[in-house]
């Protein structure tokens, strides 16, 4: 029996304790803070069986995953990028719009998220690039061109809905490009330009977009519909979100008010997100205890991480983020066993993509960023995230079982 289980659960067993610990926290903690939901549709089983059976779905694709050697992904890279152009390019155009973001695209019943295919199709490009293009000390001056060509248009069109995402997969590639030796001169000058454009989008956001924040909290929903719709110049059109990451970076920049002075209609999300991390104490209120569920417009998503404290306490949220320490500690473990440099820089790109967006997302709930949307890695409750997620892991596990690996001393004195 165990044998017959080990044949289905293989590769690198930390990993997957660390996904079964991720997978039972969501399933736990998304039912709690799905309260809205059920309250919504008074069907108190079915959000949580949905996001169940999405969890499971999941597996099954991991396992899938990590059956297919490693240098067949390779092969995929041509057509993951053929299909990341085209959906991007189709969310842009016809996409399905959830508030002012059209980041989804509805095929035969099914919505998802074209950006999710994206990330980790340019992680996978970008490692293949990396691998081809080493010499003896280091990088190709040439990849660092060439992993451009490849990022900068996809970030682009991520990032006209989704600004938050696209910065956060260039910051995984300015990773990969610095675990794989490309020129600090090279990567120093790409800093330098890097900054110009967010000083000087910063600045466009700020001339072109207006404080909405105030609005969406005095009028209605049925005023809002009502207001007259001005037409949108061509700078507008590009910077159609640009309302929204105004009223974020306005939000952020602002001195934090004292308890007295916090306005629960205007600052919700925060400020319940504030409430839940301050009433946990130690060890929380328990798993289904929470009480700022029901003020938390995305609980289940977005901000679950605070959900995760108000429930689990400092230790419990401690322990979700040395899962994920460890899940990228036990990746950097089998890219430094890896005999070739494809498998190497792939497993740890599609690791500090989970990584940096687990980072992204905790650091939201506590305020240490601007709200940005990201959803919490393997936890929070989502479709085309959650199965792709699991499938990078897959990808991860694939790697840890198939790659050629480096002898060991060990290995060596067993061979003798």
């Not at 095929?107 to 980790?120: D, M, R, V, W, Y």
């Not at 000058?189 to 969406?216: C, P, R, T, Y």
């Not at 929380?284 to 991480?305: H, M, N, T, W």
């Not at 605070?306 to 949220?317: F, H, Q, R």
Request: aromatic residues 10%.
């Amino acid at each position: 029996m165990n044998k017959k289980i080990g044949n289905i659960f293989k590769g690198d067993k930390v990993i997957w304790m660390v996904f079964f610990f991720l997978c039972m926290i969501s399933i736990v903690e998304v039912f709690s803070a799905s309260s809205n939901l059920t309250y919504k549709s008074h069907n108190y089983i079915g959000p949580i069986v949905y996001h169940t059976g999405t969890i499971i779905f999941g597996v099954v694709v991991a396992i899938i995953t990590l059956n297919i050697p490693c240098r067949y992904f390779k092969l995929m890279t041509p057509f993951l990028i053929l299909i990341s152009i085209i959906t991007l390019l189709w969310v842009l155009l016809a996409g399905t719009k959830v508030g002012d973001a059209g980041r989804w695209i509805n095929l035969f019943g099914f919505t998802f998220q074209p950006s999710e295919i994206a990330k980790g199709t340019i992680v996978l490009a970008v490692a293949q690039i990396l691998a081809a293009m080493q010499r003896e000390n280091g990088a190709d001056k040439k990849a660092f061109k060439w992993i451009l060509w490849v990022t900068l248009p996809a970030c682009f069109l991520i990032g006209l809905e989704n600004l938050s995402t696209a910065a956060m997969l260039f910051a995984v590639v300015f990773l990969m490009m610095f675990i794989g030796l490309v020129s600090l001169k090279q990567l120093g000058k790409l800093a330098g330009i890097i900054a110009f454009i967010v000083i000087a989008a910063v600045s466009m956001v700020m001339l072109v977009g207006h404080d909405i924040s105030n609005e969406e909290n005095v009028l209605t929903k049925t005023e809002q519909v009502d207001q007259p719709k001005k037409e949108k110049n061509f700078v507008e059109k590009i910077f159609h979100r640009a309302d929204t990451w105004k009223s974020r970076l306005m939000k952020f920049g602002k001195p934090k008010p004292t308890p007295q002075e916090y306005d629960l209609d205007k600052d919700a999300q925060v400020a319940h997100a504030n409430i839940a991390i301050v009433s946990s104490g130690i060890i929380g209120k328990g798993p289904g205890q929470s009480v700022e569920r029901d003020f938390l417009s995305q609980a289940f998503s977005d901000f679950i991480y605070a959900i995760v404290i108000e429930e689990l306490g400092i230790l419990g949220a401690a322990f979700v983020v040395l899962l994920y320490i460890i899940l990228l500690y036990r990746a950097a473990r089998i890219a430094s066993r890896c005999e070739n440099n494809f498998p190497a820089f792939l497993v740890m790109g599609l690791a500090l993509l989970l990584v940096i967006q687990a980072a992204f997302n905790m650091m939201v709930a506590v305020g240490l960023a601007p709200v940005t949307g990201q959803p919490l890695p393997l936890i929070s409750k989502g479709g085309t995230s959650t199965i792709i997620n699991c499938a990078y892991i897959g990808t991860i596990l694939s790697i840890s079982r198939s790659a050629k690996m480096k002898k060991e001393p060990d290995d060596l004195k067993n061979i003798e």
